[in-house]
């Protein structure tokens, strides 16, 4: 168990310009999670994937914003046309169906639009 | 919809005393509670969580929390912290069907020498 990991660790863009992260979850993990932390907030829901099912959105993902997991393992988040309010750090979760299971967090990306 | 509440945005306490951090939670649905522990620059880590059964949770670190349902608490207490217990921590709320978390907006705990 490597855990979940996210790749890169920061970034800074200019806005206007696309940028994309990625997630690698738990290997066994069929469910994965994005959420959003801005400064002094607690994290707050983005989506969610069920294999490669992207079955729920928050009204937080604008249209700039899209999520894929193609083959049920690793994910990918776009921000296209980046905004100074996109700036946070993006983390993302896995966890197991069965019930309400443990969502394991990885340790983010933090962006900043300039 | 769910909401959770933290009631206080920093917690400062000396090493070796207790620390109570708290939570409330609205939800009109079964909610299932968690607290986790974010370290600087890092990722959330799990502490404990609340299913079902007993209402007293214990957790990594030294850490447990009380489920209180006719007050909509969460608590979480350790009778004694350390210097390493110093990082921010959340208290989250489940309970749908895909688990998404409902967090609060997270607790500044500092433990002074």
């Known amino acids: 168990d490597t855990g979940v990991s996210q790749d890169p660790r920061h970034k800074i863009t200019k806005r206007g310009q696309n940028v994309t992260f990625r997630c690698d979850p738990i290997?066994?993990?069929?469910?994965l999670y994005w959420y959003r932390q801005t400064l002094g907030q607690g994290p707050e829901f983005l989506t969610y994937?069920?294999?490669?099912?992207?079955?729920?959105k928050s009204r937080l993902l604008s249209d700039r914003f899209s999520a894929e997991r193609p083959k049920g393992s690793f994910s990918t988040l776009e921000i296209q046309r980046t905004e100074q309010g996109d700036s946070a750090m993006y983390l993302c979760?896995?966890?197991?169906?069965?019930?309400?299971?443990?969502?394991?967090f990885g340790p983010g990306t933090r962006l900043l639009v300039l | 919809a769910q909401s959770v509440t933290q009631l206080d945005s920093q917690v400062p306490v000396f090493e070796e005393a207790p620390v109570e951090l708290r939570c409330n939670y609205s939800?009109?649905?079964?909610?299932?509670l968690f607290w986790y522990v974010q370290y600087p620059n890092q990722g959330l880590q799990l502490l404990l969580k609340?299913?079902?059964?007993?209402?007293l949770v214990k957790g990594i670190n030294g850490f447990e929390a009380e489920f209180n349902k006719s007050q909509t608490s969460f608590h979480l207490r350790k009778p004694s912290v350390h210097i390493s217990d110093t990082a921010e921590y959340f208290c989250?709320?489940?309970?749908?069907?895909?688990?998404?978390?409902?967090f609060g907006q997270g607790t500044i705990l500092t433990v002074h020498p």
């Open positions: 609340y299913l079902s059964g007993s209402t």
């Open positions: 939800s009109s649905v079964s909610v299932y």
């Open positions: 994937f069920q294999n490669e099912a992207q079955l729920e």
């Open positions: 290997s066994e993990h069929n469910r």
């Open positions: 989250a709320a489940g309970g749908t069907s895909y688990g998404k978390l409902t």
């Open positions: 979760a896995s966890s197991l169906i069965q019930g309400q299971e443990t969502q394991y």
